[in-house]
T-cell receptor
Framework: GAVVSQHPSRVICKSGTSVKIECRSLDFQATTMFWYRQFPKKSLMLMATSNEGSKATYEQGVEKDKFLINHASLTLSTLTVTSAHPEDSSFYIC??????????????????FGPGTRLLVL | AQSVTQLDSHVSVSEGTPVLLRCNYSSSYSPSLFWYVQHPNKGLQLLLKYTSAATLVKGINGFEAEFKKSETSFHLTKPSAHMSDAAEYFCVVSDMDSSYKLIFGSGTRLLVRP
C-alpha cells in the first residue's frame, strides 16, 4: 500500500524558534498533500491543502504566515511552524493523495496518512 | 455543510463480543464515507470506505459498515472484538460541497477487556 512518512516523529523546541516538519510519499506521487492538527483527545482539524508547485490553500482561522507550507515536489511537502509558541504544541499529521485515484473513478478520495509529528514548544 | 457525529466518545467491550461504533453524517450531496483507525503513536489507517457502490462495505480486520441513507448513518461493526482492536476510530465524510476535503468526527475510543 501507499506509504507516507513524516520526519521528525517528535520535536521539542524553545519558544520563538522555527520548526520544520517533512512529509514524504514513499511509493507514489502525491499531487495533493494535506496538513492536519490534532489536539489531545480531539479530532483532526484540516489546516491546509497543498498542491505540487502552487501555493497552499489554508483553512479559515489558520495563519498562513505562521504555518508555512511548501510542496516543491510530488513526493515532499514541508510544514514550518515559525516563531513557535507553547500554544502551537500539538500533533501534526500529513496526508497525501494521488490524483490518479480520483481520475480512475475511485471516488471518495483516499488519503494516506503519515504517522504524525508531536511538537512540544517550551 | 457537512458534518459527522460520533455518538460515543468511548466504547468498552469484552474480547470476543461484537463491536458497534456509531456514526451519523450530514451531507448535501452524495457523500463518501470512511472509517479510519488510529493506534497510539501510529498513523491513521483506512479501515473501509463507501463511495456509492454497495451499501454494505467490508473492510480490513473483519470490520464492516453499512450506509443507511434514510438514517444518515454509517455505523461500524465487527462480530468479535480482539485485543488488538483497541484504538481510536474516526468516522469521516467527504463530498463535492467540501471540495472533497475530509471532515472528521470527534473519534471513538474502543477499549477491549480481556
Amino acid at each position: 500500500g501507499a506509504v507516507v512518512s513524516q520526519h521528525p516523529s517528535r520535536v521539542i523546541c524553545k519558544s520563538g524558534t522555527s520548526v520544520k516538519i517533512e512529509c514524504r510519499s514513499l511509493d507514489f506521487q502525491a499531487t495533493t498533500m494535506f496538513w492536519y492538527r490534532q489536539f489531545p483527545k480531539k479530532s483532526l482539524m484540516l489546516m491546509a491543502t497543498s498542491n505540487e508547485g502552487s501555493k497552499a490553500t489554508y483553512e479559515q482561522g489558520v495563519e498562513k504566515d505562521k504555518f508555512l507550507i511548501n510542496h516543491a515536489s510530488l513526493t515532499l511537502s514541508t510544514l514550518t511552524v515559525t516563531s513557535a509558541h507553547p500554544e502551537d504544541s500539538s500533533f501534526y499529521i500529513c496526508s497525501a493523495e494521488w490524483w490518479g485515484l480520483r481520475l480512475a473513478g475511485e471516488g471518495g478520495e483516499t488519503q494516506y496518512f503519515g504517522p504524525g509529528t508531536r511538537l512540544l514548544v517550551l | 455543510a457537512q458534518s459527522v457525529t460520533q455518538l460515543d466518545s468511548h466504547v468498552s467491550v469484552s474480547e470476543g463480543t461484537p463491536v458497534l461504533l456509531r456514526c451519523n453524517y450530514s451531507s448535501s450531496y452524495s457523500p463518501s464515507l470512511f472509517w479510519y483507525v488510529q493506534h497510539p503513536n501510529k498513523g491513521l489507517q483506512l479501515l473501509l470506505k463507501y463511495t456509492s457502490a454497495a451499501t454494505l462495505v467490508k473492510g480490513i480486520n473483519g470490520f464492516e459498515a453499512e450506509f443507511k441513507k434514510s438514517e444518515t448513518s454509517f455505523h461500524l461493526t465487527k462480530p468479535s472484538a480482539h485485543m488488538s482492536d483497541a484504538a481510536e476510530y474516526f468516522c469521516v465524510v467527504s463530498d463535492m460541497d467540501s471540495s472533497y476535503k475530509l471532515i472528521f468526527g470527534s473519534g471513538t475510543r474502543l477499549l477491549v477487556r480481556p
